[in-house]
């Protein structure tokens, strides 16, 4: 038997475009698995150029997923940038309508793209879906549907638009709040607080019970012990928006907490042929291509790791059940993304209450016009996916000179990469590969939440995502079969 | 999921996802859809599969989203145009090219060549995988434009909008619905208005002709006040040539309209028809006083007109052909 390659081509029910390549030898094991992003969209280059008050309304479009995550970094840079600080009360408004977005992105993750392989396990991949969520759990996906409509409306109050969002200015917002708006944000932030509470409380009771669940989240395949890094507050507290970045090593001790503009002091990235998307890693660790130990990972659980806790009450009894049930921190447990993803949930639906019991939020100093220019302004805030970074350089007329754009689907490219090793080598034996270990091999990317608009910020170049196709290649790499199909090739 | 319901696939360009999301967002409807329709293709919530939708002779109704940047791109664009009896473009990057058409005019290996040597990237870092398996981990090659799906084929209902507000989805669902009664729209329709957003906008002065700009400020020069025109304000807002019917969330949100819904009818570069219709109320007061020299001194306060004129619909603006035609020469 000779040597094979399987293609996973396109992964589907994640957010841009994605292939999976693994190599297997000829006794049928796996050499080396190879998660690659091929889709491109320029957006570093089209940016130069442009005023930079204008980028946060345009890279908010890197991703529609996670537009507010770009909009606010961008607007973080901008900020930096003309040496603005925002107002105290813009700074809230920011975070308050921020963390709406936090909740719309991690709920459509959860319940759209993930839940039906928990949930619907079992069933058949053209009924592993909303639809088939629908017909098995009615209740959930109506109570999913009711936050679409909650979340669009705070967010539309906010940011004019819910996606691709209206809202800021260099130094801070453009609209005050008004108390007609908190009247209506009181009630809405209710029902969204029942909400994430429900389907947290729906995770709990069936799917971490559920059996299916149980051998993915101890899994050894599905466990990497790696780095982490996220944004802590002054207390080192949970926090999306501003505070400190801080890296933890897998044994949980603080490696270095720093601010946004030394950045690159601390991070650095590395390129490879085969990706449009590049892997960002440690400098003091340097690369080491996709070793578990010099990896370091972004998002959810990375957050929940280095934080020492989360300051609202609810969530809090959930992070330290997810703490406990799991053995202490920093969890390493990939699956765990997902429990983190709702514990986060119900945190940003407490912390829009709090707000709301803030009087300074209806006070009218939105923007802060003076400070000194910088011409070079650093933004970082938590994406729903993790440590977003936004750097821009302007020329002394506020005219883009460089871009730089790193986003947590890309920080974790290289966990993603060495994870889909440890699975495809753990569930792969032979050359007979049945769609639902592949499934399974999807569902440890999946956990990242990966978003490949954003890993790349690029123009998308395989825009078919067909499903699972499965192309066998000989030593030589000529095609000799496919099992399922083969979407029309590029040139 | 029975065969006998008509069959609906959600293709893509090279999307950003935010088109899903606002297709998400409307809620009961969508369910409602997905009740109704068969659904075969939409990869970011289902495992459909490519080949199921290259076998199948008849889609009823294809949605597509994102610009063509691809040959695969195209040749989706192509196989749903062929196939289906209804085709919509939604989101303005299918109808206009949108915020990835900024890239138009740029070569795709300087676009590359960027994103590879920004300045955390490790100069000479690019790894070269092995040969063997090379062929394996191919990735595809950039095209030189990038397109709306309503250049290259032609839709039957375009829903304009960076992402469609959610009145025009539900009007979408609404043609869907009636669509499954066997009642067709007309070819064409589009589902915005046709006058601009100024007709609409609650800001709109009383006499539009005697609508004086006092000058030209960017968004770090002047904090917009919420209740007065942005125009009047100095502030350059797209509203004059851009269609309404996007429920004017951004000026809600005390933001200047940045033409995601395209052209008003009936105008063909919006670039052009902007500076005709801002040199006339450019300091209608004050023309003598100022002089040509002045004039164009204050004109030169537009920093990016590329981005500002087009940042929705470069590709199909005359430019973008002009310089396409040269390029071609």
């Known amino acids: 038997m000779s040597r094979r390659t399987i293609t996973i081509e396109p992964v589907t029910r994640i957010?841009?475009?994605?292939?999976?390549?693994?190599?297997?030898?000829?006794?049928?094991?796996?050499?080396?698995?190879?998660?690659?992003?091929?889709?491109?969209?320029?957006?570093?280059?089209?940016?130069?150029?442009?005023?930079?008050?204008?980028?946060?309304?345009?890279?908010?479009?890197?991703?529609?997923?996670?537009?507010?995550?770009?909009?606010?970094?961008?607007?973080?840079?901008v900020d930096a940038l003309y040496g603005r600080k925002p107002t105290e009360t813009a700074a809230k408004l920011r975070e308050f309508g921020y963390q709406a977005h936090?909740?719309?992105?991690?709920?459509?993750?959860?319940?759209?793209?993930?839940?039906?392989d928990f949930a619907l396990s079992d069933a058949p991949p053209e009924l592993r879906n909303i639809a088939g969520l629908l017909r098995r759990n009615p209740e959930l996906v109506k109570k999913f549907i009711e936050s679409r409509k909650i979340l669009r409306n705070i967010e539309e109050t906010f940011g004019g638009k819910a996606i691709h969002p209206a809202f800021v200015l260099p130094g801070g917002v453009s609209k005050k709040l008004t108390r007609d708006d908190v009247d209506k944000l009181s009630k809405l932030c209710k029902d969204l607080l029942d909400i994430t509470t429900y389907i947290y409380e729906y995770f709990i009771d069936r799917i971490l019970k559920s059996k299916n669940f149980n051998e993915l989240l101890y899994n050894e395949a599905y466990r990497l012990?790696?780095?982490?890094?996220?944004?802590?507050?002054?207390?080192?507290?949970?926090?999306?928006?501003?505070?400190?970045?801080?890296?933890?090593?897998?044994?949980?001790?603080?490696?270095?907490?720093?601010?946004?503009?030394?950045?690159?002091?601390?991070?650095?990235?590395?390129?490879?042929?085969?990706?449009?998307?590049?892997?960002?890693?440690?400098k003091s660790l340097g690369w080491r291509g996709f070793v578990e130990e010099y990896i370091c990972r972004a998002g959810p659980l990375a957050r929940l790791?280095?934080?020492?806790?989360?300051?609202?009450?609810?969530?809090?009894?959930?992070?330290?059940?997810?703490?406990?049930?799991?053995?202490?921190?920093?969890?390493?447990?990939?699956?765990?993304?997902?429990?983190?993803?709702?514990?986060?949930?119900?945190?940003?639906?407490?912390?829009?209450?709090?707000?709301?019991?803030?009087?300074?939020?209806?006070?009218?100093?939105?923007?802060?016009?003076?400070?000194?220019p910088r011409y070079e302004?650093?933004?970082?805030?938590?994406?729903?996916?993790?440590?977003?970074?936004?750097?821009?350089?302007?020329?002394?007329?506020?005219?883009?000179?460089?871009?730089?754009?790193?986003?947590?689907?890309?920080?974790?490219?290289a966990a993603i990469n060495a994870e889909l090793q440890k699975v495809a080598s753990t569930l792969i034996k032979g050359f007979e590969v049945p769609e639902k270990i592949l499934n399974l091999v999807e569902t440890s990317i999946r956990a990242y939440d990966p978003c490949n608009a954003c890993a790349t910020h690029t123009l998308s170049l395989l825009s078919s995502r067909g499903g699972i196709t499965v192309l066998i290649y000989d030593n030589e790499g000529r095609l000799i079969e496919k099992l399922h199909s083969k979407p029309p090739r590029l040139r | 999921?029975?065969?006998?319901?008509?069959?609906?696939?959600?293709?893509?360009?090279?999307?950003?996802?935010?088109?899903?999301?606002?297709?998400?967002?409307?809620?009961?409807?969508?369910?409602?859809?997905?009740?109704?329709?068969?659904?075969?293709?939409?990869?970011?919530?289902?495992?459909?599969?490519?080949?199921?939708?290259?076998?199948?002779?008849r889609i009823d109704v294809a949605i597509y989203m994102g610009p063509i940047r691809t040959e695969l791109n195209m040749k989706l664009a192509k196989l749903i145009r062929e196939k289906a009896d209804l085709v919509v473009a939604y989101g303005t990057c299918a109808v206009y090219g949108g915020i990835p058409g900024l890239g138009a005019l740029i070569k795709p290996s300087t676009l590359v060549e960027t994103m590879k040597s920004t300045v955390t990237t490790t100069p000479g870092s690019e790894k070269v995988v092995k040969s063997m398996e090379k062929e394996g981990l191919k990735i595809p090659p950039l095209t030189n434009q990038c397109l709306p799906l309503s250049v290259v084929v032609e839709p039957d209902v375009l829903v304009p909008g960076c992402p469609p507000a959610v009145e025009n989805v539900e009007k979408l669902i609404d043609i869907l619905k009636k669509y499954l009664r066997g009642e067709k729209p007309v070819k064409g329709l589009m589902l915005a208005e046709p006058r601009s957003l100024c007709e609409e906008c609650p800001r709109r002065p009383k006499d539009m002709s005697k609508l004086v700009i006092p000058n030209i400020y960017r968004l770090h020069e002047a904090v917009p006040k919420e209740d007065k025109c942005f125009l009047e304000q100095g502030i350059l807002c797209l509203g004059p040539i851009t269609r309404a019917g996007c429920g004017h969330r951004c000026i809600k949100a005390n933001m200047p309209c940045a033409g995601c819904m395209g052209p008003v009818q009936r105008v063909d570069d919006v670039g052009l028809k902007f500076l005709s219709s801002l040199a006339s109320a450019l300091l209608a007061d004050k023309e003598k006083e100022l002089g040509e020299e002045g004039l164009a001194k204050l004109l030169d306060k537009i920093v990016d007109p590329q981005g500002l004129f087009y940042r929705y619909t470069l590709p199909t603006s005359y430019l973008t052909k002009l310089v396409l035609k040269r390029l071609r020469k």
């Open chain 2, 1 to 57: 999921m029975s065969s006998n319901k008509p069959k609906l696939a959600i293709v893509y360009g090279s999307v950003c996802g935010g088109c899903d999301v606002s297709l998400v967002n409307v809620g009961e409807p969508l369910a409602d859809l997905l009740t109704n329709y068969d659904v075969i293709y939409w990869s970011i919530a289902l495992d459909g599969k490519l080949h199921t939708l290259e076998k199948l002779e």
């Open chain 1, 305 to 372: 790791n280095v934080a020492d806790d989360i300051s609202t009450e609810r969530a809090r009894e959930a992070y330290k059940y997810m703490v406990e049930t799991l053995g202490g921190k920093p969890i390493h447990n990939t699956i765990a993304y997902h429990w983190s993803r709702l514990i986060e949930c119900i945190h940003a639906s407490e912390k829009m209450i709090e707000f709301l019991n803030d009087d300074s939020i209806l006070r009218e100093d939105i923007v802060n016009t003076s400070g000194s």
């Open chain 1, 225 to 282: 012990r790696t780095y982490y890094i996220g944004l802590v507050d002054n207390n080192n507290y949970l926090n999306f928006y501003d505070g400190f970045v801080r890296i933890i090593d897998s044994k949980g001790r603080e490696v270095t907490k720093f601010e946004a503009d030394k950045y690159t002091d601390y991070i650095a990235e590395h390129a490879e042929d085969w990706s449009y998307s590049k892997f960002p890693y440690l």
């Open chain 1, 102 to 116: 936090i909740i719309d992105s991690h709920l459509l993750h959860f319940v759209v793209l993930s839940l039906p």
């Open chain 1, 377 to 413: 302004g650093v933004g970082i805030v938590e994406a729903p996916r993790g440590l977003l970074v936004h750097h821009y350089q302007a020329d002394e007329n506020f005219i883009a000179r460089e871009v730089n754009i790193i986003t947590p689907t890309a920080i974790n490219n």
């Open chain 1, 15 to 77: 957010e841009g475009e994605v292939k999976v390549a693994i190599f297997l030898n000829e006794r049928g094991e796996v050499e080396r698995a190879y998660y690659q992003v091929v889709e491109f969209r320029g957006y570093e280059e089209f940016c130069k150029n442009r005023p930079v008050e204008d980028l946060p309304r345009i890279t908010s479009t890197v991703c529609g997923v996670c537009s507010w995550a770009h909009h606010l970094a961008s607007a973080k840079a």
